[in-house]
């Protein structure tokens, strides 16, 4: 559900990128299987970081949800961050997506930071 109000909101931008396969199976496995909030807050940090090492002027929130396109299975996130990663999964690699949305007046390298999840899942 979450994924619909995002897109309807008027005060965010968006893009759609597929995900590495290495992300596709960890959202698979951590999120939807077996539901790991540990994993969402874990996956989180690492988000937040890599986000500060590559802009480290800006200063950001951030939301994370995981889920598939009619329903959220986990969400670190109260839909009003100025970034939201939105993963959502599907049964195979290819068809798995990562929305990005970012709040308008922030920063918009924040989608070539976050382009195809450059981020380290060990």
Same mark, same amino acid.
Not at 17 to 22: F, I, N, R, V
Not at 103 to 117: D, Q, S
């Given at each position: 559900?979450?994924?619909q %109000?995002? &897109? #309807?909101?008027? !005060?965010?931008d968006?893009?759609?990128? +597929?995900?590495? $396969? ?6 698979? $496995? ?10 969402l807050?874990?996956?989180? =940090? ?12 800006? !200063?950001?929130? #951030?939301?994370?949800? @995981? +889920?598939?396109a ?7 996130? /109260?839909? !009003?961050? =100025?970034?939201?990663?939105?993963? &959502?999964? /599907?049964i195979? /690699?290819? /068809?798995? $997506?990562? #929305?990005?949305?970012?709040?308008? +007046?922030? !920063?918009? %390298?924040?989608? =070539? @930071?976050?382009? %195809?999840?450059?981020?380290? &899942?060990?």
């Amino acid at each position: 559900m979450s994924l619909q %109000k995002l &897109l #309807v909101q008027q !005060n965010y931008d968006h893009k759609i990128c +597929g995900m590495p $396969k290495s992300l596709a199976t960890f959202t698979r $496995k951590h999120f939807i299987q077996e539901k790991s909030t540990e994993h969402l807050l874990l996956l989180k =940090e690492k988000t937040i970081s890599h986000l500060k090492t590559r802009l480290p002027s800006e !200063n950001f929130s #951030v939301g994370l949800v @995981a +889920g598939g396109a009619v329903h959220d299975c986990l969400k670190e996130s /109260d839909l !009003n961050e =100025e970034i939201i990663i939105f993963l &959502l999964s /599907d049964i195979t /690699d290819v /068809d798995s $997506k990562m #929305v990005t949305f970012v709040k308008h +007046g922030v !920063n918009t %390298k924040i989608f =070539e @930071a976050l382009y %195809k999840f450059p981020i380290s &899942l060990d």
